[in-house]
């Protein structure tokens, strides 16, 4: 039997309709911690629509740990699994096989991508403000995918890799599920 892997070899979870989860958290039970893909380990099934997840997660803060027993759907939903953590982390460290760490994608190529007009883009209909007259969207959607504003975009600040900036200033982040 093969050891659990780091949970983010298995990311981005890709889909049949072509959605990507990119990102995954989950609260720590303890402190209230977010816990993401880094401090997890476990194994992931992916289907076409859909994703099993067993995995142990450990919280960065108060390093307790406890396990994240999950379906991801294509629609990025996440649900809770009524199975037993050891049972499904078993079943599918026998049914699947280790995945490739994925390379990062080459920084240089994404810097012009990441600026967007909001043409470009599906914005949200609700606003969190305004900003030089403008509403400012609470999210905006591009490529499939959802990204949370985050603020202003500082001067000579550039975008992280899961940033996007709207008219040149506002800054969102990549949305994570929250299980
Ligand atoms: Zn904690």
Redesign the pocket.
């Known amino acids: 039997m093969r050891r659990p892997d780091p949970l983010s070899h298995y990311f981005p979870l890709r889909f049949a309709n072509q959605a990507q989860v990119t990102r995954f958290a989950k609260q ?1 039970v ?4 977010v ?1 993401e893909l880094p401090n997890m380990s476990g194994a992931v099934r992916v289907l076409p629509d859909r994703a099993m997840v067993a995995a142990k997660a450990r ?1 960065p ?4 740990e406890f396990p994240v027993t999950c379906l991801i759907t294509q629609d990025k939903q996440v649900m809770r699994l009524h199975l037993p953590n050891t049972l499904l982390m078993w079943y599918l460290l026998a049914t699947t096989s280790a995945p490739a760490p994925q390379a990062p994608a080459p920084a240089a190529a994404t810097v012009d991508l990441q600026r967007l007009q909001r043409s470009e883009v599906e914005l949200a209909a609700d606003s969190v403000g305004q900003f030089d007259g403008q509403p400012i969207p609470a999210w905006i959607r591009h490529a499939g995918e959802q990204f949370d504003f985050e603020g202003v975009l500082g001067k000579g600040q550039q975008p992280a890799q899961d940033e996007r900036v709207l008219d040149g200033q506002l800054l969102y982040r990549r949305h994570v599920l929250t299980a």
Do not use: D, N, T
């Open positions: 720590c303890r402190c209230g911690q816990v919280c803060k108060c390093s307790h």
